[in-house]
């Protein structure tokens, strides 16, 4: 009869002690569906539960991000992981904001760069970290052992220069906008054109060195592809030899646009990247069909 009772007794402490809330669930709210709540005696959100448990960050968005990232395989960066990503991603910036006249300190620090590459590089999608290599390579191929430049074909160098800063700064700002697969290409557009100043064909001369978007009418096109890099030409407003503005996709990234010589011909369409001088000539050289819109467009 003791026995029963005293297993009577335990089974009622059992009992009281697991009707006693959690510390998961003693946050005010309680915890969401991903096993997550808002902290907001400190700000974030901290997850305590599921796939994230343990983890905080700076909103659900970058929680959201994260899960995404489980969900297509890729491993999530440790705090410290992203604070060496962000020094990876100023790094680079650096790069994209270079101009030709700084050439010789870029190739004279290029372990620095290599580092951040390598560094964003291990973060990315296949596609992505090809596109970053290839642009660093491209900037760094203006080296030569002694950290000058080679003799000769000047604008060579400075088309190269300008490509490969082309393709960093476009993943930079895909990798820094691309968090869910649910965003789709339209929004995607939207970050690429995100805060630029909108101008013509004409007013492009006015702004070399800035990003912004330039609208026009592709008034003539061509693909190069005897030329070196196989370029393909889109003249806006005013066709070639006396061109107002023009866009460059090298032949690297034809494959993307497939054939925009015909694509585009004849459109009105708005480009959204960083305007280059080249022989008095305005330009902007495209890495991402993104970058490109019809005019319709726009609004996105």
């Known amino acids: 009869m003791f026995r029963v009772r005293l297993l ?9 002690v697991a009707a006693i809330p959690t510390v998961a669930g ?3 709210g309680g915890l969401d569906s991903f096993g997550c709540h808002h902290n907001r005696k400190a700000g974030g959100y901290h997850c305590h539960r599921g796939a994230l448990a343990g983890r905080s960050f700076s909103s659900k968005d970058e929680a959201l991000k994260a899960m995404e990232q489980l969900r297509s395989g890729k491993p999530i960066a440790s705090d410290a992981d992203q604070g060496e990503l962000a020094r990876a991603r100023e790094i680079l910036g650096q790069l994209t904001t270079a101009d030709l006249g700084q050439a010789n300190a870029v190739c004279q620090d290029q372990g620095r760069f290599e580092w ?18 290839r ?5 760094k191929s203006t080296c030569t ?14 088309r ?6 082309a393709l960093i700064r476009n993943v930079l700002a895909s990798s820094s906008t691309a968090g869910s697969v649910a965003a789709g290409p339209p929004s995607e557009k939207a970050a690429l054109r995100k ?6 064909a004409a007013e492009a001369k006015d702004h070399i060195g800035e990003t912004v978007t330039v609208c026009g009418k592709v008034v003539s096109a061509r693909y190069a592809a005897g030329s070196r ?4 030409f889109l003249n806006l407003d005013k066709s070639y030899p006396e061109p107002v503005f023009t866009i460059i996709i090298w032949g690297s990234e034809r494959a993307s646009f497939g054939q925009p010589e015909g694509e585009y011909y004849g459109k009105a369409i708005c480009v959204t990247g960083r305007v280059e001088n080249y022989q008095g000539t305005p330009e902007m050289v495209v890495a991402d069909p993104r970058q490109i819109a019809l005019q319709e467009e726009k609004k996105l």
């Open 229 to 232: 890099g196989s370029p393909t």
């Open 160 to 165: 190269a220069w300008a490509s490969g800063q």
């Open 135 to 139: 642009g660093w390579g491209e900037m």
């Open 145 to 158: 052992s002694d950290a000058g430049f080679p003799s000769g074909d000047q604008d060579r160098r400075s």
């Open 195 to 200: 805060e630029t100043r909108t101008l013509s």
């Open 26 to 28: 003693a946050h005010g």
């Open 116 to 133: 951040g590459v390598g560094k964003l590089g291990r973060s990315l999608g296949r596609e992505d970290r090809a596109k970053l290599e």
């Open 8 to 16: 009577a007794v335990s089974l009622l402490v059992l009992a009281q």
